[in-house]
């Protein structure tokens, strides 16, 4: 029940990878994975089940299809062996630093995984010294592929086995691919074919080489032939890739379509890097230096432990980054919208702004570790979006909670009165619907807060107002037991009336009437669950 009410509560239900809506393309892009499921399930046998995002314990995530030992991610070697793998790895790192292949765009730092889930569903934390390991690397797509092109961003995670054992691979990004399972991992097929050095063993050049040549040409690296007509599993895989490159092709037109459009390609490219002039001197000294009491000296809490806000963009940033939206929306291109309760956003990963998110979140990863370990330990997904408030459109929104582990929230203007930002408890605890705190929007000013925390946004008195809203998913913190298995509390009291939702609250009608045109959601609320009231 606490799952199925999340589900219903959240604004929008997107799969951590997938980015997500109920429009189209969200359709189309499920039907594809649908596809791509059956296909696999019916050709690659144990390949399968990972399909269903079966409970994963570090021993059960860590292990590796036939012909591949992995060793338990949760325990370190009594050998004394982590240390040199460690800096060993390290080494590698390093050497392919100096001589990089062609398709090596980045490669990030060697540092202990900040999240994984032990054999009882808990959350737990590596140790530099045990391990596992993982870095980030930034790999070419396929030149002139008008679906493929653009780099394609992965992470290993290597055990003390390493180099004996291969690294756990996860592909990061909305770019769908034919032969990843919903956790955007590859399977036994993948493993099986990796390339080894003389004595068994595999190098972090070699990995790169074939993770890229398995994204981008599944077929030549299986070695399946779809022009062979006896060769069943070649045809069906054939049938898969034309399937998930149409789906891809929906959303990369529009992204090509606008490319030439845009006011500032820098904020498109992948390689180019975040500049300090975008952001407010306090905070980009705090990420410069990159120390929690650095962090702390520009945050201010509003609800202990869960509420935080600081200055981010500067004024003339915001300005930038909305001459970009309205230059969209001038464009006249198709535009998903970001959930069901807003009407007249736009998803910013849609019109090619993915690389700017992936950034901004890799820039709030320090601070999501430090104020919300486990669901802020290990972002691996987004879904960004900007929502627009005018008069004649959206004016505010229902109290609700966001389908992300932690939200950060940016106003980027422009001149309005009202719409405060509501904010009540977290979802499942006691006082859950007691109201907590009124935040104020300010240009340039962001507030991060749990996903689960309860917030709903005022009607707009004037003017018009839009915000950037970045929802931070991680796949580990979602496979653990601290999220699968949220209880309700049985509430301390009766609920303020600003913290009730008309959309999901089935008592909504005790303490507010509906609001006009809001009836019909009357009778369809779940929450509280019953026995929680």
């Given at each position: 029940?606490?799952?199925a009410?999340?589900?219903?509560f959240?604004t929008?239900?997107?799969s951590p990878?997938w ?7 969200g ?19 144990p ?10 314990s570090?021993a ?9 030992t992995v060793?338990?991610?949760?325990v ?8 040199e ?21 980045r ?12 054999g009882d ?15 980030e ?10 679906v ?8 290993l995670?290597f ?12 592909v990061?990004g ?12 590859p ?9 080894r050095?003389?004595g068994g ?8 080489r074939d ?17 062979v ?5 070649a ?5 898969v ?13 529009v ?5 030439p ?10 390689r180019?890097?975040l ?6 001197p306090?905070?980009?000294?705090a ?14 809490e ?9 200055p ?6 915001c ?6 939206i ?23 990963s849609?019109?090619g ?11 709030l990863?320090?601070l999501?570790?430090?104020l919300?370990?486990?669901?802020g330990?290990a ?23 966001d389908d992300s ?14 719409a405060?930002?509501q ?10 619907r ?11 000013d962001?507030v ?6 309860r ?27 601290p999220?699968?298995c949220?209880?309700?509390?049985r ?20 303490f ?8 019909a959601f009357?009778?369809?609320?779940w ?6 009231e």
């Amino acid at each position: 029940p606490a799952a199925a009410g999340r589900a219903a509560f959240a604004t929008v239900a997107p799969s951590p990878g997938w980015g997500g809506s109920r429009s189209a393309l969200g359709a189309g892009a499920r039907r594809a994975r649908s596809a791509a499921q059956a296909f696999i399930a019916t050709e690659f046998g144990p390949l399968a089940g990972t399909w269903r995002h079966p409970r994963r314990s570090i021993a059960a995530a860590a292990a590796m299809p036939t012909g591949a030992t992995v060793a338990s991610h949760h325990v370190g070697r009594a050998d004394g062996r982590p240390p040199e793998t460690l800096e060993n790895l390290r080494k590698e790192l390093l050497c392919l630093r100096a001589e990089p292949p062609d398709f090596l765009l980045r490669a990030g730092e060697m540092i202990a995984a900040p999240l994984l889930v032990d054999g009882d569903g808990a959350p737990v934390h590596a140790t530099e010294e045990a391990g596992p390991w993982t870095a980030e690397f930034l790999l070419a797509g396929a030149d002139g592929d008008p679906v493929f092109s653009d780099p394609i961003r992965i992470s290993l995670l290597f055990c003390s086995g390493w180099p004996m054992e291969p690294p756990r691979v996860r592909v990061h990004g909305l770019l769908l691919f034919a032969m990843l399972d919903a956790e955007r991992r590859p399977g036994q097929r993948f493993y099986s074919r990796l390339a080894r050095v003389p004595g068994g063993g595999f190098t972090m050049r070699d990995v790169l080489r074939d993770v890229r040549s398995f994204l981008l040409e599944p077929l030549v690296y299986l070695g399946l032939d779809a022009a062979v007509p006896e060769d069943e599993d070649a045809k069906r895989l054939h049938d898969v890739i034309t399937g998930v490159r149409k789906v891809n092709r929906q959303r990369t037109d529009v992204i090509r379509k606008y490319a030439p459009l845009a006011r500032r390609p820098e904020l498109f490219d992948a390689r180019s890097p975040l500049r300090p002039e975008w952001f407010q001197p306090a905070v980009w000294e705090a990420h410069s230096q990159g120390t929690p009491e650095a962090w702390r000296a520009v945050l201010k809490e509003h609800v202990v432990g869960n509420v935080f806000s600081m200055p981010f963009f500067t004024e003339e940033f915001c300005d930038v980054l909305l001459e970009e939206i309205y230059g969209f929306y001038d464009s006249g291109l198709p535009a998903r919208r970001p959930n069901s309760m807003n009407t007249y956003g736009i998803v910013l990963s849609d019109i090619g702004l993915e690389p700017f998110i992936d950034k901004v979140q890799a820039m709030l990863q320090p601070l999501g570790r430090m104020l919300f370990p486990g669901p802020g330990s290990a972002w691996d997904g987004h879904h960004c979006f900007v929502v627009r408030y005018r008069e004649g459109e959206d004016l505010g929104l229902d109290m609700h909670t966001d389908d992300s582990d932690v939200t950060f929230n940016v106003c980027l203007g422009k001149d309005f009165s009202g719409a405060g930002l509501q904010f009540c408890g977290a979802m499942g605890d006691p006082d859950h619907r007691l109201h907590k705190f009124t935040y104020e929007h300010r240009k340039g000013d962001g507030v991060l807060h749990l996903g689960r925390q309860r917030h709903g946004a005022d009607d707009i008195h004037s003017g018009e107002r839009l915000n950037l809203v970045l929802w931070s998913h991680s796949s580990v913190w979602r496979s653990s037991d601290p999220f699968r298995c949220l209880a309700y509390s049985r509430e301390v009291g009766p609920p303020d009336p600003a913290c009730v939702s008309y959309t999901h609250d089935r008592d909504y009608g005790i303490f507010k009437p509906y609001p006009k045109g809001k009836e019909a959601f009357q009778h369809h609320g779940w929450c509280p669950p019953g026995g929680a009231e």
